[in-house]
């Protein structure tokens, strides 16, 4: 059975930093491209980073230079190092899996097939 489950999703001040952690069971993190997400109230899923099989790292704009994207093939684990958080990190952050990564568009969800269930971030 392909899960991922996601952790350590918390409240915290402005310019703080968390650190998030999904473990991947069914499917081993070395051969799938793995990704996290991130969905505000009201607003569309987006992508925050990923990172390839070869260990190539892709993060979104808004991701570069605060968030660290990491993960332990032999851990089976994916984790999203976040420092200098804001007001608009706010959000449920997802876990992500998938066989390819998506190229150019590899911040769409629909790029992707495996979801974790989320883990909530909130930032005062």
């Known amino acids: 059975q392909v899960q991922l489950v996601e952790s350590g999703g918390d409240s915290v001040q402005a310019g703080g930093s968390l650190r998030l952690s999904c473990a991947a069971s069914?499917?081993?993190?070395?051969?799938?491209?793995m990704g996290w997400f991130r969905q505000a109230p009201g607003k569309e899923r987006e992508g925050v980073a990923q990172i390839g099989k070869d260990g190539t790292i892709t993060y979104a704009n808004f991701a570069n230079d605060r968030f660290t994207i990491s993960k332990d093939n032999a851990k089976n684990t994916l984790d999203l190092q976040m420092s200098s958080l804001k007001l608009r990190d706010t959000a449920m952050y997802y876990c992500?899996?998938?066989?390819?990564?998506?190229?150019?568009?590899?911040?769409?969800?629909?790029?992707?097939?495996?979801w974790g269930q989320g883990t909530q971030v909130t930032v005062s």
């Open positions: 992500a899996a998938n066989g390819e990564c998506g190229g150019p568009a590899w911040f769409m969800p629909f790029k992707w097939g495996v």
């Open positions: 069914g499917l081993p993190s070395s051969t799938y491209c």
